[in-house]
């Protein structure tokens, strides 16, 4: 039995096939179209055990850079860890997160979102449970929508709203610099949640379910009332609630957020500090 831990692999076929094939057993998801459609880039790197030639446990690494209050900040998100089925209980993910954590110290903290099965299993790596807090609103939408989709089809279509969004500022609290991360969702699960809101000349990513619509973020030319975007998607709006925390909240209620099978961990004063102001991590900075 040969084994080592490897990075860095994800141009090597063989290599991330035998990944993506450990990802697909575990949690039934595929990075291969992320790849082929030219958004994973390397702030997303699996450390893996090698094992005889295939991959046998991951903890993948994804460098989060962002900025809060104009300073700059460096997370390291943990996430896709895993086991070979028929190689769990032997200590071989204890092996990896070590080797993941060991430059730990040079970043500004490191989180994670464990299931529940795993609860008692991070804090033997330093972390801690965190709470998370989201925003709500009861609003009146307009009467008649003005929102327009935004086609997410293509790599065209793809290409024309990264330009666009760089052309504006997020009306988030973090300012995320994770475009990698946020095409994962929006050139595939979530290609119809892009829109464009003409008489604010903004983009809303946003889901609507009923009368709810989810906010992901929002970008316009200048900070605006986030509410006020929200009216444009009409009449059959009554609730609203963002998946990220807004830079401006008034008129915003905040509750904690519990997310089904899933809890925060964190590692690292200075992002326990942050989060007393940021209050939780975009939906779509979770990897």
Known sequence: MVTSIIHAYRDDPRL????NQLA????DLDFEPWYQNGFWG?????WSLLLDGEI??????????CLLDGQRRQYLQLGTVMTRADLRGRGLNRLVMGAALAEREAWDGVFLYANDSVLDY???????????YRYRASITGLASPTVRPVPMETP??????????????????LQLETDS??????????RDAVFFIPEANAYVLAEQDGELLTVYDAFAPAPLPLL???????PSVRRVEFAFTPAGRDGLEEYEYHAEDTTLFISGSPLAQDLERVRGFPELAHA
Not at 42 to 46: A, E, I
């Open 24 to 27: 697909r057993d575990t949690f």
């Open 16 to 19: 991330r096939q035998s990944f």
């Open 228 to 234: 006020e975007l929200c009216r444009a998607f009409g």
């Open 181 to 190: 991360l946020l095409m994962f969702y929006l050139s595939q699960s979530m």
């Open 56 to 65: 046998a446990a991951n903890v993948s690494v994804n460098r989060i850079n």
């Open 42 to 46: 390397g702030q997303y790197d699996p």
């Open 122 to 132: 991070y804090p033997r790596f330093g972390f801690q449970a965190a709470p998370e």
């Open 156 to 173: 065209a279509d793809w290409r024309h709203f990264l330009a666009e969004k760089s052309c504006r500022q997020c009306l988030g609290l």
